[in-house]
């Protein structure tokens, strides 16, 4: 029999985390944004079991490989020699991609807002954090389902994602948690979500997403509500600590849509896809606009300062600075 350390060591990896678990004896509420959203939670909970239908066959016709086909064209595409019956295939393996990044993802999310239980200072946050842990456990539960039912097949977690999750976690200071996952991560994803949204032809893949960003929305508001303020009452070597993270978990997300695992997995030169994929206009555009979310939120957070506003200025997402943020 395989011991418990071997079973950990096959199945799982393991991140080191030191912060206090704080107990709060002021019940008394004492932010009504927290209040709201706690009560919305509540209201908004759904059963991925029973509310959504299963029945639904995934077919690979359904998977808009047109990101892909866009990239056949241009002269010198590592992708040009591919047939369409190819084409659809890495399509059906880019959304096994997608759809497991997500996954993994949401798994991060469980134990950052779990962690939020234990280590923020105030009722109504440790509240509020609460219904957050009950929603990333489904969203694991609705993404798992998806992919081992209805794709098939699975990706480990891009090294990318791996490390800033890893980051968030291991950090013992409440703000940086908030402030990798609400802010970062969940901002990144519901501007993602979005897309998919917009652009899927797979009609399950569409309502799950509507059911996960109605909860996202929620997420980014409590990070938002959470940290207005705080980056205000720091010194200038704390919140430059928390500009250079900010700008570092930018410089990671926008690297984790390569994809070069499926490339590899197609048996593609995976360095000149990577490349391409890299520099092709469409796909920076895409990238870019995945921080359609992410820059008024950090602005909103009082965080856009002239250090990040040069960063983010390098990044080519400063553009989104006026865009309407998350409510």
């Known amino acids: ?11 799982c990896s393991s991140v080191e985390m030191s912060f206090p678990a704080v107990f709060s004896w002021d019940y008394d509420h004492q932010d009504d944004r927290l209040v709201r959203l706690y009560d919305k939670a509540k209201r908004s909970q759904w059963n991925a079991a029973t509310d959504l239908d299963w029945s639904i066959d995934v077919d690979q016709s359904h998977l808009d490989a047109g990101l892909l086909a866009v990239l056949r064209d241009p002269p010198g595409s590592p992708f040009a020699h591919l047939t369409d ?58 993404y798992e389902r998806y992919l081992s039912q209805k794709l098939d097949r699975s990706y480990p977690i891009n090294p990318h994602l791996d490390s800033l999750l890893r980051d968030l976690l291991s950090d013992s200071r409440w703000d940086v ?114 921080f359609s979310k992410v820059v008024p939120n950090v602005k909103r957070i009082g965080l856009l300062t002239p250090y990040v506003r040069d960063r983010f200025e390098r990044l080519g997402i400063l553009e989104f600075e006026s865009e309407p943020a998350s409510a």
């Open 1 to 11: 029999m395989r011991s418990t350390s071997q079973f950990v060591a096959d199945r």
């Open 177 to 290: 948690t908030y402030l990798g996952m609400q802010i970062m991560v969940e901002s990144l994803a519901l501007a993602a979500f979005g897309f998919i949204y917009q652009t899927t032809n797979e009609p399950l893949l569409r309502d799950i997403t509507a059911h996960v960003m109605a909860d996202e929305a929620r997420h980014v508001a409590f990070g938002i509500a959470s940290l207005t303020g705080v980056y205000d009452q720091m010194d200038e070597r704390e919140r430059r600590d928390r500009e250079e993270f900010v700008c570092e978990a930018a410089e990671l997300m926008r690297d984790r849509f390569l994809q070069r695992e499926v490339w590899e997995r197609a048996g593609l030169p995976a360095d000149e896809c990577e490349a391409f994929v890299r520099d092709n206009p469409l796909q920076v555009q895409f990238r870019s606009l995945l």
């Open 85 to 142: 019956g190819e084409l659809a295939e890495i399509g059906w393996e880019s959304q096994a991609w997608t759809v497991s990044q997500f996954l993994h993802g949401e798994q991060g999310a469980l134990l950052a807002t779990a962690k939020l239980v234990d280590a923020v200072p105030d009722e109504d946050a440790k509240l509020y954090a609460a219904t957050q842990v009950m929603d990333e456990a489904r969203h694991v539960e609705v």
